[in-house]
């Protein structure tokens, strides 16, 4: 059901381009409630609303909104507006979408987007639907395994921003060679001895995915063994990527 409570102050605030009152209601509320009471606006009322919203904030009311309705959005709106809102969508959801776009639509996003962003949407898209290496996401915590626990936190305060999750530390060698894993609770708990290199911290038997097993043989690993998230390895053992439980779930849904 459409909430229709605030559709009246919103309307009557792109009515006058009230800039602070819809830029309050952008960011004011959790990001899931402002999407809900953006329902009821049509699709060029609720993207201009968006538009009074920051980047990232815009990125994560957006991803709220219905499938159908951010399909609608990304078809019919100025590509370059498209482009600045993908960047800021996690790597396997921008991904997911784009898949459900017209081929000539994405290619008017794809030059739009910064090199490093159109490299990583280009190498997911290339797996087959239905795959782990289509359901994972490339934001992971990979550290290392010559790095001190301190240079590991030092590491993670930096970046921490842009993985999908912390709770697992996936530690590789030369060439991205999965290592094993070292959980984020180990971590802390090593700063006693913060010198401590993370080959000497690291659990070496970890269940992983291959880029070409099937989604719902990865949904009966991560159920089997509750994880959190699963490592996605290539034919190499080379660390490609994780696949977290929230991404498990619309499998097992999908199933």
Known sequence: MVNTLLLPEIREMLAG???????????ALNAGRTAEFMEGL??????????????PRRAEIFTHFSEERQISLLSQHDPSEIAELVVEMAADDRVDLLQELHDD????????LPAADRRDIQRLRAYPDGTAGSLMTTEMAKLDEKLTVRQALDALASQSEFFETIYYLFIVGEDDQLRGVVSARQLVTALRQPNTPLSELVET???TALTTEDQESVAVKVERYNLLAIPVVDDARRLVG????????DVVREE
């Open 17 to 27: 381009e009230n800039e602070a009152e819809l830029e309050e209601f952008c960011s």
């Open 42 to 55: 049509t699709d060029s009322e609720a993207w201009t609303v968006l538009q009074y919203a920051a980047p």
């Open 105 to 112: 639509r994405v290619d008017e996003i794809l030059p739009l």
């Open 205 to 207: 038997d970890v269940v």
């Open 242 to 249: 994780i696949i977290t439980h929230d991404d498990i779930i």
